[in-house]
């Protein structure tokens, strides 16, 4: 990492544009909300991108420079050309950090890298949630307690289509009765993977700040010290043959 | 798992046909000569697929009927289209087992399975391989010593880029000072993926007693017993909300 | 395995004796109704061992002929002597499943295996317990539905403090508002572990059709294909030094 | 961590007092080759401690201030007692990184640590080893080639008893034809855990800056940012139930 991580947040922005309840709670764009916040942070520096953007404003010259990558998605995941999907996994590879916001469990890139559906139970009937913190000593769960909740939420259950987490950092309890795991880290090549569950567009959860504090952490956690190319080369014995 | 599993075993099927020392090997293919040797388990009903077949063999109903998939590629990895990609995927994520046969590593359904480059560093110059069984209670190294040895193989050295294998069975050591984790396990979906490292086309691979155990045993260890489809449905609350 | 699992279940046998609203659920012991379903089985051959015979009941004859043991402990953890902890631990390294049963989290040979404290948070109000299937294709699962619900437990919350489960079979909800990992598996030497947290004395819960289906599975699931003795020998070079 | 990582460097410190030859490598003990290069890192502070001191060295005041503890022991495993064993490992638990150095493969703090016997193939014959980086954006691997090699070791051989680590960082390739998993990486409790193969006494393999590059790295990886207690309390409800 250098001293500053660069941090990009995509947002499809959809919802605040068409639905004034959305729009009430970001006025300026989910992204734009993440951004105002991790920003406060002097080791952080940011940039947004969308997908009406060219290239959906991810163009190379923003992926290389782009030490974390965080991505919300939901009506419009299929509008993302796999051009740009392509470019962003071999990113992740080569050292950016990834973290998938709530419905980007269904995106294109977050399928891609895990190599599953990614499918799961859901409802929109604002209930309340309440993260656990299982692994206190995880770097993302710093200067959490043992628990938060957020009033109103989207209810996302299991079976959570994944495969096993490196470490599994929450653990969600539902008031209508579902369970999920919430915050949970990959590493792929040499990047880092983050997937965090809340995240609603209709709910002001970004605002929040423990889910605040959870995203500083985890663009800290996910931010690279190490770049590095995949190639397949031949090589020439480093002992003697035959 | 059927009392049967239904096995297909595809081929790109090229070398054998162009190259006359693939062919005094492999006359009938490297698939037909796998499929001879599991076909001799009457627990095992085998069928094969190539490149230049419609759908390379692998249409709706190939799939619908296959247990465990074996992928052997190499010269034309980019001729396999990515539609046919897309449904082995999605079939390996419902149970079918998936089985990576040595240059499958660089295939585009294992690097899609896997979500990483799956590079790695290589050389053809006929060295010894020792394969050392690191977990010998795992079904796939039932049968087998403390290792076994192949007089003359293409080295694979690492750095393999894979995910962290959720069980590494196998660990190679070469003649020419290189080590490689060749027999690796993973879970993605419901299905059950292996990789198996050695296999070359011009070296008689496929022919040696302890590779022929470890793909049988692999077999076995890859059929499923259970399938499901993935959805992502609503759902009514368990529980009072509110 | 034989074709018929060995298995014996270890109970400390003590609130049975102390505490009628125990012996009304369970007359003759916890372990005698676990005997009981499980060696419905034609697959299952039972025994059960209990604190107060010598060595606990497990003799170094009755560790040799048990393919899997099942322990139940509660207000005696300390009771159970070192050696014997010591004598079980080898055997489970050696091949022997284990299955540790709610509250033997604390036992000393579930400690002693994970190498973890093992804590929990709980509470014995008799709330109700929804058990969310995670993994529906792993072999203890099987036959269940998406969940199953407990009617009065006693809760246990996370964190619960275990390494990672390889695989994580059952998250728990519960009424009273916290989530447990409540059925995890791991491997240790050549033996396989299995915990599932529902169990409690005063609640009627072995007598759950489908607690009684998950440790049938995990019984299955846990008895060794393959025993193994763990020695740390010279070995002459297979290749030239020097 | 604090700014300063408070490292205590344990030797049993026999074989420097009887052989010559070892105590020609390391005059004044292992323990003190290991204080030094570690202690020219103006991150960290050294102590060292041996098994003759009272409690060993490792007080429970020496504990308490202690970061990550490195562990050096052969010949003597068994006279370290088991009450010292314990506190450590609870301290581990709490968050004080370990590092379990070559021969204390065979610890009793290790073994307990991990659960399992630990044991391994094992040759004095100085042969040539070579050191894979698997996992080079791993901050153990930080600042090393592809490989390093050691010209004269003690080989270990796999298998290797232990539990799959959560992350593999070498892989050694022996002269004589062995393979061994040489740095892996646990967590346990909030305590992390590596384990480094090379070391050996007879040959000077602490004298080497890729080895001092690499115990350096690891200390930083293993020093704690959070320290916890395990407890087991009942808690109120946080919903209500019934």
């Known amino acids: 990492m ?4 660069r941090v990009t947040i995509w947002n499809e922005f959809i919802h605040e544009k068409i639905n004034p309840e959305v729009s009430a709670i970001y006025p300026h764009g989910i992204h734009q909300c993440i951004a105002e916040f991790l920003g406060r942070s002097d ?7 969308t997908l009406e953007e060219p290239d959906h404003g991810l163009s190379d010259e923003v992926l290389q420079s782009t030490d974390v990558l965080l991505w919300w998605g939901h009506k419009a995941h299929d509008k993302v050309s796999d051009e740009i999907v392509k470019k962003v996994h071999k990113r992740v590879l080569e050292g950016m950090g ?5 419905s980007a469990h269904y995106s294109k890139i977050f399928r891609s890298l895990l190599g599953t559906e990614c499918s799961l139970k859901w409802r929109d009937d604002g209930e309340k949630e309440r993260l656990w913190v299982v692994e206190p000593s995880h770097p993302i769960a710093e200067g959490l307690g043992e628990y938060f909740e957020l009033p109103q939420v989207e209810m996302y259950g ?10 599994l950092v929450f653990l969600s309890w539902f008031e209508g009765g579902e369970v999920f795991r919430s915050g949970c880290c990959w590493e792929k090549g040499h990047g880092k993977i983050f997937y ?4 609603h567009e209709t709910f002001p959860i970004y605002h929040d700040p423990n889910v605040q504090k959870v995203l500083l952490n985890a663009v800290r956690w996910a931010a690279p010290k190490f770049w590095g190319k995949h190639e397949c080369p031949r090589r020439d014995p480093l002992e003697t043959i035959g």
Do not use: M, Q, W, Y
């Open 2 to 5: 250098n001293s500053v991580a």
């Open 43 to 49: 080791e952080i520096e940011t940039r947004t991108a």
């Open 98 to 102: 990834f973290i998938g916001l709530h």
């Open 158 to 167: 299991e079976r959570f289509d994944i495969p096993t987490p490196d470490k």
């Open 196 to 199: 965090f569950r809340p995240g």
